[in-house]
């Protein structure tokens, strides 16, 4: 099951000729991301309260066509993969509402504690996860 999130393309995300930074796309991910586990009740916040920690292990990023300023990009986000301490999530962005894919990426995360050392999910939180992958 894939969700998706809608992000509009602001002046500050460009350069000058209006066409996405390829930079910028990281944090479009990272939003659809953190929408996906919100959805599923495992709060950032809350882990990061128990000093349980998601870093980036790898991101492999395609960039089909340029985004422009004033587009409304479509983010779709699904598991990929999910092992006791780590998650791969699989992102396809397009124009809202239409079939122009503009960008395909994997990003894997593992969990660390604050040693930033792996540290395993919870049973409860592999669970949501897994029900929805």
């Known amino acids: 099951m894939a969700d998706a999130i809608d992000i509009r393309i602001y002046y500050e995300d ?8 390829y930079g910028k796309y990281m944090g479009f991910l990272e939003r659809a ?4 586990l919100e959805r599923r009740g495992i709060r950032i916040l ?3 309260n128990e000093r ?22 479509t983010v779709h986000t699904e598991i990929e993969e999910i092992t006791p301490a780590s998650i791969t999530f699989a992102h396809k962005i397009y124009i809202k509402d239409t079939e122009t894919k ?19 999910m919870s049973k409860e939180m592999t669970e949501a996860i897994r029900a929805h992958a």
């Open 14 to 21: 460009t350069d000058c000729g209006g066409v996405v930074y």
């Open 33 to 36: 991301r953190t929408d996906f």
């Open 46 to 48: 809350d882990l990061m």
């Open 52 to 73: 349980i920690f998601f870093v980036v292990v790898s991101v492999d990023i395609r960039y089909h066509k340029p985004a422009r300023y004033a587009d409304i990009i």
């Open 102 to 120: 503009i960008s395909t990426a994997k990003v894997r995360l593992a969990t660390v504690g604050t040693e930033m050392k792996p540290k395993k």
